[in-house]
């Protein structure tokens, strides 16, 4: 059974960093994208940065470009997303998800953490 948890989420000034973790409990697929997706209150859910694990390619937003890492432990069981220069807009549930079929389609995940909370002050 495939159970994703989130954890690392926070309160932040502006221009500070967190660090994202997600446990990909019983998931080991290396075939499908793994990634973080954010909501904000009011908005829909967005892609953020997706992993595909065999090449481990990497895909960004425009948004986090520069500012966000993603990243797969050696033992490619825990999931991270690193944040720095962190904004006001960067504000949101962070949910990380695993089995996708494409990288920044939401509908196209089978797998999602329970979110894990950003607040990022200005």
């Known amino acids: 059974q495939v159970q994703l948890v989130d954890t690392g989420g926070g309160s932040v000034q502006a221009g500070g960093s967190l660090r994202l973790s997600c446990a990909l409990n019983g998931y080991s697929f290396d075939r499908y994208y793994i990634g973080w997706f954010r909501q904000a209150p009011g908005k829909e859910r967005e892609g953020v940065a997706a992993l595909y694990p065999r090449g481990s390619s990497q895909f960004y937003a425009d948004s986090v470009k520069g500012r966000f890492a993603i990243s797969q432990d050696d033992g490619k069981d825990t999931l991270y997303l690193q944040m720095n220069t962190l904004k006001a807009e960067d504000t949101g549930m962070y949910y990380c998800?695993?089995?996708?079929?494409?990288?920044?389609?939401?509908?196209?995940?089978?797998?999602w953490g329970q979110g894990t909370q950003v607040t990022v002050s200005s």
């Open positions: 998800a695993a089995g996708g079929q494409e990288p920044f389609d939401g509908a196209r995940y089978r797998y």
